[in-house]
């Protein structure tokens, strides 16, 4: 620890002027009463000052620390794995209840990712193993999600929104390649959709994904348009239906 | 020199012990302060806490003082060292009646252990610190005049190692000219003429390390020897005349 010396030149009220042996005067705060004339040894003002901000910096860098690694909420991916997500969705913890969900875990990072990217890359890997063909009816990934305060309703709703998501883009991605397999590339597929037909999207207060299968379907048969072969990714289907607003004949 | 120093202390307070004992009453009072400020930090070390005059431990000086009056002899060494000890130990005996501590008991018989070489560093180093708060309180006055205090000196005084040992070359310099040094006191300005064109001083630290300077300069001086090692730089070489005339 870095430490003051030297003579006290002046004490008033916990505030003294020392002189360090370099010549300089320096301003100390100190709880002990000082003598004029007597030698003091302990820590600067400035040092107490630095020593106070790294505390505090360590204290938020703990604090911080606890609170992104404590779960807030458990959600729970078909029956094979289920997830301990923080306050900002995401995935701090990660526990497999079944063989299948094991061997997800061993193949995958799912430590640190938002719930969206975790849950699109468990169903990519479920669909992965079960092998599935691209149009059939894909197997059913119930979703939950289970806050440790029950009345965060808000919370549940939004990991069980992104949890939507996150399956969605899995079925995407899982559909684009099954395209690309049987020689229709997304952008070759453009015919599938010559209306420009809106697309159905899941309903936003649905609370287990794909519970429903004719919904999947829906999801499953939309045409390629929107699926992203690098320049369009991230594109929400519905908001650029929204934002083409409604389409003349003439377009296509 | 305006204020003793440790010697100087020591000198006075024997000459007037024994002016006392010859039967000057008044001669006491020469010495009485410094007496009063010694016991008190003597008592304040063997406590192990700070003791104002006003304090009940601090009670025992005067009877103490007057005791070791009448007892002392010049064979007995230095005046300063038979009270220091005499007040020490009433002072262990008082704290011994108040209370029996295990702390206690373990502090008194380190101190019955003390050796002599010790004891005597002890009560040097107490007078050492009254005669440094002598010529800091020397040296406040001093500043006074320049309408100076020292809280103004630490807002003032150089962060930077090496400013700090230019702005201490500058004061020396001006110390040890009698023409420079007398220019300061009389006009309360720094000569930074001759110390630019003479000297090759930085005109900016003159500027604004002026309060420094002058402090450092009064200390010089005024030859306040306690605090001159505080405020002298490093020699340079081939700079061995700054350090032999100081």
Not at chain 1, 46 to 74: E, N
Request: charged share 30%.
């Amino acid at each position: 620890m870095a430490r003051i010396k030297g003579v006290v030149m002046e004490y008033n009220d916990g505030q003294a002027i020392i002189m360090t042996p370099q010549g300089n005067f320096e301003r100390i705060k100190t709880k002990k009463p000082l003598e004029v004339g007597e030698y003091y040894y302990g820590n600067s003002a400035t040092m107490q000052k630095r020593y106070a901000m790294i505390a505090v910096l360590l204290l938020a860098l703990t604090l911080g620390t606890w609170d992104f690694f404590a779960v807030q909420a458990y959600a729970q991916v078909s029956s094979s794995l289920e997830l301990g997500v923080n306050r900002w969705n995401r995935v701090v913890m990660v526990r497999p209840l079944d063989a299948k969900g094991a061997t997800i875990l061993r193949e995958s990072n799912l430590t640190g990712q938002r719930v969206e990217k975790a849950v699109e890359i468990i169903i990519d890997k479920s669909l992965n193993e079960e092998s599935l063909e691209p149009h059939s009816a894909p197997a059913k990934f119930p979703l939950s999600a289970q806050p440790k305060d029950k009345r965060n309703v808000k919370f549940k709703q939004n990991i069980e929104k992104e949890m939507n998501k996150g399956l969605q883009n899995a079925l995407k991605k899982r559909n684009s390649h099954a395209d690309i397999n049987n020689g229709k590339s997304p952008i070759n597929n453009r015919d599938a959709n010559p209306n420009n037909e809106k697309i159905k999207e899941l309903p936003k207060d649905q609370p287990k994904g794909l519970k429903n299968n004719n919904k999947s379907d829906t999801v499953n048969k939309r045409p390629d348009k929107y699926e992203n072969n690098g320049r369009d990714k991230g594109n929400n289907p519905s908001k650029s239906n929204r934002s083409a607003g409604p389409q003349k004949p003439g377009n296509n | 020199m305006i204020d003793p120093g440790k010697n100087a202390i020591n000198d006075l307070v024997d000459k007037c012990v024994q002016r006392f004992q010859a039967g000057e009453e008044h001669a006491l009072d020469e010495i009485y302060d410094y007496l009063v400020q010694f016991g008190l930090r003597v008592i304040a070390k063997t406590c192990g806490k700070y003791i104002d005059s006003g304090d009940e431990e601090a009670a025992i000086i005067p009877d103490v003082i007057l005791n070791v009056l009448d007892k002392y002899s010049s064979d007995r060494g230095s005046f300063m060292m038979y009270l220091g000890q005499a007040i020490k130990n009433r002072t262990i005996d008082e704290l011994r009646k108040k209370k029996r501590k295990p702390g206690l008991v373990l502090f008194r018989k380190e101190t019955e252990y003390l050796t002599k070489a010790i004891e005597t560093a002890f009560f040097e180093d107490i007078i050492d610190d009254i005669a440094r708060k002598q010529e800091i309180k020397t040296l406040a006055q001093l500043l006074a005049q320049f309408d100076l205090t020292f809280g103004m000196l630490v807002d003032g005084s150089p962060r930077q190692a090496r400013t700090r040992e230019e702005a201490q070359r500058a004061a020396l310099i001006i110390a040890q000219d009698q023409a420079l040094s007398s220019y300061l006191m009389d006009k309360g300005m720094l000569p930074h003429k001759i110390l630019e064109e003479q000297y090759h001083v930085n005109r900016n630290i003159l500027d604004r390390y002026r309060k420094y300077i002058i402090a450092t300069v009064l200390i010089h001086i005024n030859d306040l020897g306690y605090l001159k090692p505080y405020v002298l730089p490093q020699p340079r070489r081939g700079e061995k005349w700054l350090e032999s005339k100081a």
